[in-house]
T-cell receptor, first 107, second 114 residues
Framework: KNEVEQSPQNLTAQEGEFITINCSYSVGISALHWLQQHPGGGIVSLFMLSSGKKKHGRLIATINIQEKHSSLHITASHPRDSAVYICGGGSNYKLTFGKGTLLTVNP | EPEVTQTPSHQVTQMGQEVILRCVPISNHLYFYWYRQILGQKVEFLVSFYNNEISEKSEIFDDQFSVERPDGSNFTLKIRSTKLEDSAMYFC????????????FGSGTRLTVV
């Protein structure tokens, strides 16, 4: 059974801080996804990665296949980054998600 | 940028009633998915659909649930006889291939069963 664990569950930061959210997963994952869920509930796909590192703007996602671990980093955090960040992985037809990390960035 | 469109955004229904949640996936996407999120809980997989048939489904997706692509553009999730515990946000997603190139999620339908 695929399991995905995230840490921390809650994270509060000051504007400008560097943020790291961690995700560990069990076997059977072909790719790891990072999603952002806004307060209104909508989901945006941020990254999908199966190796190495990807960058989009101030967001960086890394994955270590051997350690079954991925991190999402946010540089120069901003209050508009406040959201729930969710990692998920699994087979090509099905994703299993973690519980999410609630990030609050204060001005 | 292409979007996955879900309607309605919010639906309230009486327990025991049938509901149909509608989704319009991105036009050149071939794989379609439904996920749900009960308030305060994880996003959970319900079903994936390709080539007019179910590819995979979860334990949640029992006989009360069905999916259909009725007209080549819409992708629907039907719940035959809603229960209180079906109250959740339902997300539709689509992908070009079998998720290998990532997913696009819709903005969700909040279903409230009373």
């Amino acid at each position: 059974k695929n399991e995905v664990e995230q840490s921390p569950q809650n994270l509060t930061a000051q504007e400008g801080e560097f943020i790291t959210i961690n995700c560990s997963y069990s076997v059977g994952i072909s790719a790891l996804h990072w999603l952002q869920q806004h307060p209104g509930g909508g989901i945006v796909s941020l990254f999908m990665l199966s190796s190495g590192k990807k960058k989009h703007g101030r967001l960086i996602a890394t994955i270590n296949i051997q350690e079954k671990h991925s991190s999402l980093h946010i540089t120069a955090s901003h209050p508009r980054d406040s959201a729930v960040y969710i990692c998920g992985g699994g087979s090509n037809y099905k994703l299993t998600f973690g519980k999410g990390t609630l990030l609050t960035v204060n001005p | 940028e292409p979007e996955v469109t879900q309607t309605p955004s919010h639906q309230v229904t009486q327990m025991g009633q049938e509901v149909i949640l509608r989704c319009v996936p991105i036009s050149n996407h071939l794989y379609f998915y439904w996920y749900r999120q009960i308030l305060g809980q994880k996003v959970e997989f319900l079903v994936s659909f390709y080539n007019n048939e179910i590819s995979e489904k979860s334990e949640i997706f029992d006989d009360q649930f069905s999916v259909e692509r009725p007209d080549g553009s819409n992708f629907t999730l039907k719940i035959r006889s809603t229960k209180l515990e079906d109250s959740a946000m339902y997300f539709c997603a689509s992908s070009v291939a079998d998720g290998t190139y990532g997913y696009t999620f819709g903005s969700g339908t909040r279903l409230t069963v009373v």
